[in-house]
């Protein structure tokens, strides 16, 4: 029995890699659980085609609209026929009870009964017939982004918010000859003594500046489930998956607790009063985020240190409030840095599914000729609650909170930057000799 | 049985022994019969698994047949070997009371533990995380989270003015580094995490920081070279005692370890002062703790000797491992091939010696255990206030709310 079990699991979890664990299917769910139903807006999206569409083509997206919309058309025309035989048999079940209650004659009760019986085959062979066309609509829909927040830039070029500095042509320094520096592969790097020494003061720098804002300080979970990274619209391929004894549909994935999605678990079906808002959250640590570009050091490394704050919000008056104070908070830890850095919103083509606004905070890198990327705050107004049913009610109505969340500063990164324009270690950097020798220096 | 060649009649005392095992065909310089059976008798005073069977059975197939695979096994099995021990804990059965520190914390009434407390001023959260975070996750909320960023700061400006160089160690390594240190990554009932790519997770930043060095000769007036590290710890291990509920046994936390790679003649004296600091930290905390030296079956494979603190948990009455440190002379350098050259020019293996100095989940414990009030929070050490923004006390947190889960929102699919 329990080797039927695991072999069941063991063959949804090969096929799991490619179906969504985010919404299962009544079939599904006989042999897999899945933990949360998220909300389906049908109305966000279809009550203004063009809008969707639109948001779409700005963002570059492969998704085709029209696609989607002809699965949901099919299985609009098949979920409304479901209903209407619910509904009939319903009504049927009615009538029997109440001819039961009545002592009315066997024939019409036997007729009843037969058509019931009818009934219940139409509607079990419907629901089968229906699952696949289901499962395929909303699994199309879920992959549908988020609304555009009228902020966000529409062409190709990102709106600078704020800039401090002018950037370095010169030094062309590469973090990489620091000799604090000991870069082996994108899995494992180390930073030493000073480096390291100033990656943790200023993350805690920026910690303490928060709580001092009124953020409440939290420290999150390290492992994050499939279903809360789909949610969260991550690419599967953003983070490693782990290896567990008996695999699950709804896998584990090392998110790192300086992640966005390692929030998410604390906010699964949580349901608070609105009094709690704005609800102000900072935390600190690490995260494993696959990198997407290769050969740049620490920038393409997978660990980096990062403090993420995460604002939940009531209302959608209160957003431009909430996004310029985190982003002044961000800007002024910066300033005392002395280095160049710019707050952009990103041109919309540049937005991952969940955002509808994302301020990326920048700096330069005088080596490489590029601008990394060090914090990234993002507007999801109620894109992932819907998903992960945060809620709040507001007298009998039910609605999803809002959020505004993400990097306020990659650490990692910035040490790395301060290093190639420099500012660490008052410029001293040395060419790198043999491992031995540097970290002889280092140690002595 | 086996023909053996005459070797140093105290060898299993003997590092070069085991080391030679490691490096060489064992069965082109031999093993003698009796030499098995001292190897026995020291592997039974370890709790870590007896191998002696599996390396003689190996041994005698190898003897008649050339086998790579054999050989790689036997070389496999060696390296699963315990380290010697040191001289004064041999005859220990039990672990051995040093000393108690700080005064016996008293209650007029019965004192909650850890999970009461916590849930109590909402600073926790562990329910109903499983199918989101995995097994045995938490949140730590408010001044809890506070409290442990504080313990950090603490035990880092303790122990960076001794010398101790911070480094930042990748949480992500190859196997082989992990089983250098002594830790399997296979087998049933393994405590390490390994990912789909074929790494591992490590369960303590002593593997990251003693992997840095391998395959490094260093130079003898270098040393002792005194690391420390914060880092995440992953293990696989769990516990349903009810001694060990709630945040006690964990997949997941955060540590602060000291580390040392020094030469053969420093080691014992560094355990010392990685001893004396530990005690340092935790005194100046103020909660109730005894130090041990543990005794062989309590040192698993690579300690040599092993210091453990315990502190006493009011609310669970029991006392909870805290911290501890090892001597791990040359058994991890053996196994990572770090080295150093003496004033001499002779090539040796260095020793590694390494220490908890904060270990954040149950040093948790013991101070909410210890500092709870009758009135329902905590009295905030005082030499941990500084980092809680001069804070006092912990009390009922009302800025975040309440535990309260739905169950399901109904969409409207027309």
Request: proline residues 4%; charged residues 30%; aromatic residues 10%.
């Amino acid at each position: 029995m329990i080797t039927r079990k695991i072999e069941t699991v063991r063959k949804i979890s090969q096929f799991s890699r490619k179906m969504s664990v985010l919404y299962m299917t009544g079939d599904k769910a006989k042999d897999a659980y899945s933990p949360i139903s998220p909300y389906i807006d049908l109305k966000s999206v279809f009550t203004d085609e063009k809008k969707m569409a639109q948001n779409l083509k700005s963002r570059n997206s492969t998704i085709n609209f029209s696609e989607t919309m002809e699965k949901y058309q099919k299985f609009n025309k098949m979920f409304v026929e479901k209903q209407s035989l619910e509904k009939l048999r319903d009504e049927i079940s009615l009538e029997l009870k109440s001819l039961q209650k009545t002592n009315s004659s066997d024939t019409k009760i036997d007729v009843l009964k037969e058509k019931g019986k009818q009934l219940r085959i139409d509607l079990h062979n419907l629901k089968e017939t229906l699952y696949p066309i289901e499962s395929d609509f909303i699994e199309h829909f879920l992959e549908l982004p988020n609304e555009l927040s009228n902020q966000c830039p529409t062409n190709e070029h990102e709106r600078v918010v704020f800039r401090f500095g002018d950037k370095l042509d010169s030094p062309k320094i590469n973090h990489l000859d620091h000799p604090s520096v000991n870069f082996n592969n994108k899995f494992s790097y180390y930073l030493l003594d000073d480096v390291a020494a100033f990656e943790m003061d200023f993350s805690y720098q920026c910690f303490d500046k928060f709580v001092e804002n009124g953020y409440s300080p939290v420290t999150n979970a390290d492992f994050t489930k499939r279903v809360l990274t789909e949610a969260f619209g991550s690419d599967q391929a953003k983070y490693e998956n782990i290896i567990e004894d008996v695999p699950q549909v709804n896998f584990l994935q090392l998110t790192g607790c300086g992640s966005m999605e390692s929030f998410l678990g604390y906010f699964a079906k949580l349901s608070v009063f609105p009094s709690v808002f704005p609800l102000k959250l900072v935390s600190m640590g690490k995260s494993y985020e696959t990198p997407k570009t290769e050969n740049e050091g620490v920038f393409s490394a997978q660990q980096s240190n990062r403090v993420q704050e995460l604002t939940c919000y009531e209302n959608s008056r209160d957003r431009d409030l909430i996004m310029d104070d985190v982003l002044n908070n961000v800007a002024n830890l910066l300033k005392s840095l002395g280095a160049h850095f710019k707050i952009v919103y990103l041109p919309v083509r540049e937005l991952q599914q969940a955002e509808s606004l994302c301020a990326s905070i920048q700096m330069y890198s005088p080596y490489y000729e590029k601008y990394f990327e060090v914090g990234r705050i993002s507007d999801y107004k109620d894109y992932i609650s819907k998903r992960i049913l945060f809620n709040f009610k507001d007298k009998k109505d039910i609605y999803f909170g809002n959020m505004i969340g993400g990097t306020v500063v990659n650490t990692s990164r910035l040490a790395m930057i301060l290093i190639e324009n420099g500012k660490l270690l008052d410029g001293v950097v040395k060419k790198k000799e043999d491992s031995i020798k540097t970290f002889k220096n280092l140690f002595l | 049985m086996f023909r053996g060649i005459t070797r140093h009649k105290n060898f299993l005392l003997n590092r070069r022994f085991v080391h030679h095992l490691l490096k060489d065909d064992p069965i082109k310089h031999g093993i003698t019969s009796e030499e098995m059976d001292t190897l026995e008798k020291y592997a039974n005073l370890r709790k870590s698994v007896n191998n002696i069977q599996e390396i003689r059975n190996l041994l005698e197939k190898l003897q008649f047949t050339k086998s790579k695979e054999l050989s790689d096994q036997l070389q496999k099995e060696l390296r699963r070997l315990p380290n010697k021990t040191h001289p004064s804990v041999m005859h220990l059965q039990e672990p051995k009371v040093i000393e108690t520190f700080n005064k016996f914390p008293e209650f007029s009434s019965n004192p909650e533990d850890f999970d009461e407390i916590a849930k109590k001023l909402n600073l926790i959260r562990t329910n109903h995380l499983g199918n989101f975070c995995g097994h045995k996750s938490y949140y730590f909320l408010g001044a809890l989270a506070q409290l442990e960023h504080g313990l950090i700061r603490y035990a880092l400006d303790i122990i960076r003015p001794k010398g101790f160089k911070l480094v930042t160690v990748p949480d992500i390594l190859p196997p082989e580094v992990i089983q250098g240190c002594g830790m399997q990554t296979d087998g049933e009932r393994n405590q390490v995490y390994k990912l789909e790519n074929g790494l591992c997770l490590s369960g303590t930043s002593e593997m990251a920081l003693a992997g840095f060095f391998k395959d490094k000769i260093l130079e003898e007036e270098e040393l002792p070279i005194k690391l420390t590290a914060t880092s995440r710890c992953f293990r696989a291990e769990t516990s349903g005692t009810h001694d060990e509920k709630g945040i006690y046994r964990v997949h997941q936390f955060t540590k602060v370890e000291m580390f040392s790679i020094c030469s053969e003649n420093q080691s014992d004296e560094l355990l010392e002062e990685f001893k004396n600091t530990e005690i340092e930290l935790f005194k100046n905390i103020g909660i109730h703790f005894k130090l041990l030296d543990m005794p062989p079956n309590e040192l698993g494979a690579p300690a040599y000797r092993k210091y453990d603190i315990e502190s006493w948990m009011p609310g669970r009455n029991f006392w909870g491992e805290i911290s501890s440190c090892s001597n791990c002379t040359d058994y991890q350098a053996q196994r990572l091939n770090i080295k150093y050259r003496t004033k001499s020019g002779e090539v040796k293996y260095v020793h590694s010696v390494n220490g908890t100095a904060c270990a954040v989940p149950r040093l948790l414990i013991s101070i909410l255990e210890t500092f709870q009030k009758a009135k329902g929070s905590v009295e905030i050490p005082e030499v941990l206030r500084k980092y809680m923004r001069g804070q006092e006390k912990i009390k009922r947190q009302k800025q975040l709310p309440e535990l309260k889960l739905v169950k399901n929102i109904h969409s409207d699919l027309k």
